[in-house]
Each structure stands twice: as structure tokens, then as C-alpha cells.
């Protein structure tokens, strides 16, 4: 497992710190149905989906820190 800390977008976490298991993901993409609250992210695997308040420039690259 390799876990990376995003900002939850949904309620009612909103705004709290989320551990998503990036090893499962499998796709990411830019939220457009949440364009008119600012841009949104969503990381998506076969058995979750995750909605960051992160924009998908600062997804990936959180995705590609080492730490």
C-alpha cells in the first residue's frame, strides 16, 4: 500500500484530510461537474471513488513526491 493525503471534497468530510491508497487507483480526472465550485479532482478504482478538493495539476503531482 502507498497512501498520499488529499483534501476531501464531499460531504460531510469536506475540507478534512483524506489517506487515499494510491497503488489502486487506476484513473484521474478533472471533475467538471464540480466546475462551479472551483476545480475538483476525482481518483477513481475499481472498488472506490474519491472526489479532492486538489486541482489535477496538484494531484499529479503530489502522485509523483516520494517521501
Do not use: C, R
Not at 476531501?8 to 491508497?21: H, L, Q, S, V, W
Not at 471533475?31 to 471513488?49: Q, R
Request: no cysteine.
Amino acid at each position: 500500500m502507498k497512501f498520499k493525503i488529499f483534501t476531501n471534497a464531499n460531504a460531510p468530510y469536506e475540507g478534512k484530510k483524506i489517506a487515499i491508497d494510491i497503488s489502486e487507483v487506476k484513473s484521474i480526472f478533472e471533475d467538471v461537474t464540480k466546475a462551479d465550485e472551483g476545480k475538483h479532482t476525482t481518483l477513481w478504482s475499481p472498488d472506490n471513488v474519491w472526489t479532492v478538493q486538489e486541482d489535477f495539476d496538484t494531484v499529479m503531482k503530489i502522485l509523483g513526491e516520494d517521501k
